[in-house]
């Protein structure tokens, strides 16, 4: 598995932090913060969680 996020899409909502806080943080304007671009296999299940949940789709997977 392999992340990318669009900063330029992120509205700053936390569920992927909330979800995933291993792979994904905020900036001090709320903005995603990717840790791991490639995270250990039992992130991916919490990581593909958070991408189905990002009110912008700002998270890409590719598996």
């Known amino acids: 598995m392999k992340i990318r996020v669009e900063k330029d899409m992120c509205c700053g909502a936390g569920q992927c ?6 792979v994904f943080d905020q900036d001090d304007d709320g903005v995603v913060m990717l840790l791991q671009q490639s995270p250990a296999s039992e992130l991916h299940g919490p990581v593909r969680d958070a991408a189905d949940v ?3 789709m700002a998270i890409e997977i590719d598996e």
């Open 17 to 22: 932090v909330a979800l995933a806080p291993e």
């Open 54 to 56: 990002c009110p912008t």
